[in-house]
């Protein structure tokens, strides 16, 4: 395969692009919500192009070739062996983790349910269980080292009667975090311990960047974890087809599947046609593609941890995955992070909806022009704020 050139810009202007379209002043460099700026793959706009010349969009179920591919591709790169009527198909992994907290309260009905959620966290966590009217408890994240992880001790202590799960994120999102396999462990056999389901978000785990980290789907640990676990998985973020609405859930447990499924029912609608076309291609002849946009994200990673760690008052600890920067601004006495840096031109976003104001998230899946340019302006925002 030839090399690909990530640097050649895509202009997304006038597409009614969510990322590039949120700012009236144009001005503002969009990098806030989780979507890269590349063109995806040849292999995946070639198989769109084929089923759209076909020209009938009618209702369909996932091909069997799809299925099988999940299966297979649990087993050569987690050595995770499961079933496919395991798989059950949703048009988004924010979808799942609000039918997860829909199925999940209904598994003690008489009581007021409550799942753990690490902070910070992606946003759709809390509004998932809230949505559910399922309670929140929030356990901590501690910078161990150069990584974040959930507080162990705290997670245990955290517990009660009431609990009945864990929402989970691995790679996490905003951190960046790549569980290793004894941390998983940990957080099993705490689960174990307490009889608590896990609905496990692994959308980014195709985006490793550390080439000492490993992705392990926590469900592949043991049996009786699988039996506890909702995994949510997708190319969205990988192959950057997130607007074609293709996700998908693998559960082994029975019962809880037919949970998940029935809380779908009447509100849920079925994958698009387009979206299990763009599926298949990207997880049978996408492989090498990602392995160059990985790397390409791992120099503007390696670029953004060099710069931001130079401007007074930021402070960035380094990401094994993702293409999602969790940055410290804390010691910049900033009122309003997100909205300084936007009146300088970088639409970055808000910590507070992670979970702490002292943070914002940055989204390097761009152009290494466009993160130089934002950079940039950062620095100088900053730079005219302690001189002023």
């Excluded at 919500?33 to 995806?40: G, L, P, Q, S």
């Excluded at 999102?173 to 896990?198: D, M």
């Excluded at 599947?257 to 299990?276: C, H, S």
């Excluded at 006495?333 to 979970?355: I, M, R, T, Y």
Aim: aromatic share 10%; proline share 5%.
């Amino acid at each position: 395969m030839s090399a690909i050139d990530f640097d050649q810009p895509v202009n997304r202007r006038d597409t009614s692009s969510v990322k590039w379209e949120r700012y009236a002043d144009q001005s503002v460099l969009p990098m806030w919500i989780a979507d890269t700026d590349f063109k995806a793959p040849d292999a995946i706009l070639e198989a769109l192009t084929q089923r759209i010349e076909h020209g009938v969009f009618g209702y369909t179920s996932a091909p069997d070739e799809l299925t099988q591919t999940i299966v297979e591709r649990m087993q050569r790169l987690y050595q995770w062996q499961i079933k496919s009527e395991w798989i059950v198909w949703i048009p988004g992994l924010v979808c799942g983790l609000n039918i997860t907290c829909k199925a999940l309260s209904t598994l003690q009905p008489d009581t007021d349910s409550k799942v753990l959620i690490p902070d910070p966290i992606y946003p759709y966590f809390n509004s998932a269980a809230k949505h559910s009217a399922v309670g929140v408890c929030k356990v901590p994240m501690l910078q161990i080292g150069q990584r974040w992880v959930v507080d162990f001790a705290q997670l245990e202590a955290s517990i009660t009667p009431e609990t009945i799960a864990l929402l989970f994120c691995n790679p996490h999102n905003p951190a960046g975090t790549v569980y290793t396999l004894e941390e998983l462990q940990k957080i099993s056999a705490i689960l174990l311990k307490y009889k608590l389901y896990i609905c496990s978000d692994e959308i980014h785990c195709d985006l490793i960047l550390d080439k000492n980290a490993t992705h392990i789907p926590i469900a592949s640990l043991n049996r009786d974890i699988e039996q506890q676990c909702i995994t949510l998985m997708a190319p969205s973020k990988s192959f950057n087809i997130a607007g074609l609405g293709c996700s998908f859930a693998i559960i082994a447990n029975k019962n809880l599947r037919q949970k998940f499924q029935t809380a779908a029912v009447g509100i849920v609608p079925g994958v698009n046609l387009l979206g299990y076309s763009a599926t298949l291609a990207a997880y049978t002849k996408c492989d090498a593609w990602l392995l160059q946009k990985n790397a390409y994200l791992k120099a503007n990673h390696d670029y953004l941890l060099a710069e931001i760690n130079t401007i007074p008052g930021l402070k960035m600890l380094p990401h094994q995955a993702t293409y999602l920067a969790w940055i410290d601004v804390s010691a910049a006495n900033l009122k309003d992070p997100a909205l300084f840096f936007e009146q300088a031109g970088v639409g970055l976003s808000p910590g507070a909806d992670f979970g702490n104001k002292h943070f914002v998230r940055l989204n390097f899946g761009c152009t290494k022009e466009l993160l130089t340019e934002a950079v940039k302006r950062m620095r100088n925002a900053i730079l005219n704020h302690l001189q002023g």
